[in-house]
Structures are given as structure tokens and as C-alpha cells.
T-cell receptor, first 114, second 114 residues
Framework: KQEVTQIPAALSVPEGENLVLNCSFTDSAIYNLQWFRQDPGKGLTSLLLIQSSQREQTSGRLNASLDKSSGRSTLYIAASQPGDSATYLCAVPTLQTGANNLFFGTGTRLTVIP | DGGITQSPKYLFRKEGQNVTLSCEQNLNHDAMYWYRQDPGQGLRLIYYSQIVNDFQKGDIAEGYSVSREKKESFPLTVTSAQKNPTAFYLC?????????????FGPGTRLTVT
């Protein structure tokens, strides 16, 4: 069964710093990998989706990379702002369990200090 | 505004009572999903539906039931058979089932059972 791990569980950085969030998964037979943001008590907001054939995907200050063979993805946030404070989740659907079954990590809680 | 709505935001029930959580979308998406989120755990898939009048069990379907009579609506019933129903419930939708389209999430319903 797919296991998705996100380390660290929590991260605090000063405003303006660049940072990297990590996501690793055990089954590399994935369709894609999706990064989400969740504010406290709220639903998830989709940030980026990388197809299994892609290496990178960018949106504004966010850049996500995917190394399927090693089972890793990173989310790079440039010039962090206090508004970036949230929990970041990665999720993957695997070929074995189907395109609709997303396996989620437990998230990294990011705090950007003004 | 296109999106997913869930109601109510907070729900309180006594043990032994069934309760139904509402999820509506106006994105014209074929597929809809229900996830459960517990502290310290990743989101887990309860049920999903790829098309009207069809749905499949996810990883933790026991104690839950769903219906999909309309494309826009996918209500979830938490029955008295669910042993630990207190959790944050998230509804999602995507363009279609059977293909790993990006999933979009609603704001969630926090259910507390005492």
C-alpha cells in the first residue's frame, strides 16, 4: 500500500527566506503528484499538479519537482511571506489503487515569521 | 462563483444517531469524493462516485453510506455503526472518474459525536 511521508512535520522561517518542503512516497507507479495548501479549519486548495512524466511545475513563487524513480517530490517556495503560513500536503494516486484514490501525507505546517 | 459547498460547517450529534453531511458542486464535474481527516493523519478516502447513480468504496467505507442521484450532489451519511465518527469531513470533485484529474475541495464539515 502507498505510504506518503512529509518531513519535517513543522517548519518556522523568517519572512523573505526561500524554503523547501519534502514529500516521499513508497510506490513509484503513480499517475501524478498534487500539492495542496490547507489553512486551519479550512478545506484544501490545490497548488500544483505534476504529471508522472514531468520533472517540474511552476506557479508564481512556487516550484514543484518530481523524481518518480526515487519516490520524491519537493515544493520550493521563494521569498516566503506571512500569508504563506499554512499546512502543505502532498497526495498521489497510484496505478494499483486507481486514478481516483489519492494517498495523502500528513503535511508540513509552515509558519513564516514577519 | 463556481465551487463546492459543504453544510453545515459544524455538526454535533449524540452517539447512536445517524447524520447526513451535504456536498454540492456547480463545477459540472462528473466525479465526487468524500475524505475524512483526523489529527496527525493524512486524509483518507471514504467513498467516491465517478458518475450519477454509481459509487465505490474507498479505504474506510465501513459505517458510512452515500448516494448520487444528481450530478451536483453527493451526500454522506455517518451511521451509528461508525465507531469513531468525530472528525473533519472533506468533499471533493474532479472533471471525471477513471482518470487522475486535479481534485478540488470544499471547506469541510467538522462533526463531533458525544
Amino acid at each position: 500500500k502507498q505510504e506518503v511521508t512529509q518531513i519535517p512535520a513543522a517548519l518556522s522561517v523568517p519572512e523573505g527566506e526561500n524554503l523547501v518542503l519534502n514529500c516521499s512516497f513508497t510506490d513509484s507507479a503513480i499517475y501524478n503528484l498534487q500539492w495542496f495548501r490547507q489553512d486551519p479549519g479550512k478545506g484544501l486548495t490545490s497548488l500544483l499538479l505534476i504529471q508522472s512524466s514531468q520533472r517540474e511545475q511552476t506557479s508564481g513563487r512556487l516550484n514543484a519537482s518530481l523524481d518518480k524513480s526515487s519516490g520524491r517530490s519537493t515544493l520550493y517556495i521563494a521569498a516566503s511571506q506571512p500569508g504563506d503560513s499554512a499546512t502543505y500536503l502532498c497526495a498521489v494516486p497510484t496505478l494499483q489503487t486507481g486514478a481516483n484514490n489519492l494517498f495523502f501525507g500528513t503535511g508540513t505546517r509552515l509558519t513564516v515569521i514577519p | 462563483d463556481g465551487g463546492i459547498t459543504q453544510s453545515p460547517k459544524y455538526l454535533f450529534r449524540k452517539e447512536g444517531q445517524n447524520v447526513t453531511l451535504s456536498c454540492e458542486q456547480n463545477l459540472n464535474h462528473d466525479a465526487m469524493y468524500w475524505y475524512r481527516q483526523d489529527p496527525g493523519q493524512g486524509l483518507r478516502l471514504i467513498y467516491y462516485s465517478q458518475i450519477v447513480n454509481d459509487f465505490q468504496k474507498g479505504d474506510i467505507a465501513e459505517g458510512y453510506s452515500v448516494s448520487r442521484e444528481k450530478k451536483e450532489s453527493f451526500p454522506l451519511t455517518v451511521t451509528s455503526a461508525q465507531k469513531n465518527p468525530t472528525a473533519f469531513y472533506l468533499c471533493a470533485s474532479s472533471k471525471g472518474g477513471g482518470f487522475p484529474y486535479e481534485q478540488y475541495f470544499g471547506p469541510g464539515t467538522r462533526l463531533t459525536v458525544t
